[in-house]
């Protein structure tokens, strides 16, 4: 069986639903030339609305080896999508690590891990199925389920589970992230709605009894006006 780009986008993970042509008109926070995003990424807990268990932390997250930047990232930021969920979302030593945080000191279980760019969110949360319901594949397999369609009371049936491909494994993780945030063009293959795979569908990787839930939200990015100033839309 042959692998399928995460979630059944229309066109592989590096040219998805027109690649680059699709998001031409995005605001992204990287730089044209180096092909570097710019994110900040944190753990937070997703049951409970406290802040967010660390600070913040601005990351720049090359798209691949070739890139400037790449020689002297670290390591945790040049993985690729593989790389970063099978180091930081099913390997047995994350799973036992705790929180370092004083109030919380929960496992990867009870928390999210967030990349929060200009205007987008996207949250990534480890979920532990029971091991009658472990996945039957050696390894990492990808569906989705369209959230917008159950927001409108219709149907949302998970799409096939199929094997992530090895060309979507080893795109970069600021490249995933970055298609992610701001291509809205890819539809899912595998679904008749219609959504936006990337916006209103949840995705889902998972490897034996583990899962990793993939989640956008938009977000509001607020501007700062000093006292006495008008801003910059009341401008002639």
Do not use: M
Request: glycine fraction near 8%; proline fraction near 10%; include cysteine.
């Amino acid at each position: 069986r042959r692998g399928i780009p995460l979630g059944g986008a229309a066109g592989e993970a590096r040219d998805t639903a027109g690649g680059d042509r699709s998001l031409a008109g995005a605001d992204r926070l990287w730089d044209e030339e180096a092909r570097v995003l710019r994110v900040s990424s944190c753990w937070k807990r997703w049951d409970v609305p406290d802040a967010p268990c660390q600070v913040p932390r601005d990351r720049s997250l090359p798209f691949n080896a070739d890139v400037p930047s790449a020689s002297t990232s670290p390591p945790e930021d040049s993985r690729t999508l593989g790389q970063f969920l099978l180091a930081s979302c099913f390997h047995p030593d994350a799973l036992r690590r705790q929180c370092t945080s004083g109030r919380c000191r929960e496992s990867l279980l009870k928390h999210e891990f967030c990349f929060s760019l200009h205007g987008a969110r996207v949250s990534l949360r480890v979920l532990q199925l029971p091991d009658h319901q472990a996945l039957p594949t050696p390894g990492l397999c990808g569906w989705s389920v369209c959230r917008a369609c159950e927001r409108n009371g219709q149907p949302a049936p998970p799409s096939p589970r199929r094997p992530i491909s090895g060309r979507t494994a080893d795109v970069s993780l600021g490249r995933f992230l970055e298609l992610s945030a701001y291509n809205g063009a890819a539809r899912s293959r595998f679904s008749n709605c219609g959504h936006s795979l990337h916006f209103d569908h949840e995705r889902f990787v998972g490897v034996g009894s583990l899962v990793c839930s993939i989640r956008y939200t938009a977000c509001v990015v607020f501007g700062l006006c000093p006292p006495g100033h008008p801003p910059p839309h009341a401008l002639p």
